[in-house]
């Protein structure tokens, strides 16, 4: 039972450019969250996906923009790269949006930004 | 607006000797907690969740944590230390009902020494 696949595993990209994240849900589940952990940080929540749809988003500009397929999968975009954007970016399945839900993550994808 | 603290972001302890970390949290309505564990170059792991009954929940990996309404506290505790326990440790919180986001704390790091 696999669970929750990331790519790339690492990315280096120069301020200005674009960059596409890659996240496989653990099999069974429907809802799919993304993180941005900072270095020293607690992962911070960007949005949720459900149902093809954007259902939460934490406190990100619009720079940062997602999409769910039909096979749950998802997809994380960030357009105008930042310095300070570098950080792992996190997945986490779940079956459903409820709070009560845990999160089951993958293991990252660390991003840099020259 | 919900917020974690985790008091001490270093934890250090002898190897058999208890683990006590500690999480603190804010929440307008009851709240559902989790205890995360992060190992280098992974993502997160749940160790335990409460969400309604019980008031002490057991975990894996022996950890266990108690949920006190009226200190707002959810500290995880592990009687006898493992060198295998170095980590980071990540206390989360979602509201219950209607919408979420969860909010992580900045997590505490766990030192075993022989």
């Known amino acids: 039972d696999a669970g929750v696949t990331q790519s790339p595993t690492h990315l280096i990209k120069t301020r200005g450019q674009q960059v596409t994240l890659r996240c496989s849900p653990k099999s069974g589940h429907d809802t799919v969250s993304w993180y941005q952990q900072a270095l020293g940080q607690g992962p911070q929540f960007i949005f949720q996906?459900?149902?093809?749809?954007?259902?939460q988003r934490g406190n990100f500009p619009d720079r940062f923009s997602g999409h769910q397929f039909p096979n749950y999968s998802s997809e994380l975009n960030v357009n105008a790269l930042l310095l300070g954007d570098s950080a792992l970016y996190l997945c986490?399945?779940?079956?459903?949006?409820?709070?009560?839900?845990?999160?089951?993550f993958g293991d990252g994808t660390r991003l840099s930004i020259l | 607006a919900q917020s974690v603290t985790q008091l001490g972001s270093h934890v250090s302890v002898s190897e058999g000797a208890l683990v006590l970390l500690r999480c603190n949290y804010s929440s307008s309505v009851p709240p559902y907690l989790f205890w995360y564990v992060q190992y280098p170059n992974q993502g997160l792991q749940l160790l335990l969740k409460?969400?309604?009954?019980?008031?002490l929940v057991k975990g894996i990996n022996g950890f266990e944590a108690e949920f006190k309404k009226s200190e707002t506290s959810f500290h995880l505790t592990k009687p006898s230390a493992h060198m295998s326990d170095a980590a980071e440790y990540f206390c989360?919180?979602?509201?219950?009902?209607?919408?979420?986001?969860?909010?992580f704390g900045r997590g505490t790091s766990l030192i075993v020494h022989p």
């Open positions: 986490a399945s779940s079956p459903g949006t409820g709070g009560n839900q845990p999160q089951h």
């Open positions: 996906y459900y149902e093809e749809e954007e259902r």
């Open positions: 989360a919180v979602t509201k219950s009902g209607g919408s979420y986001i969860p909010t």
């Open positions: 409460y969400t309604t009954g019980a008031t």
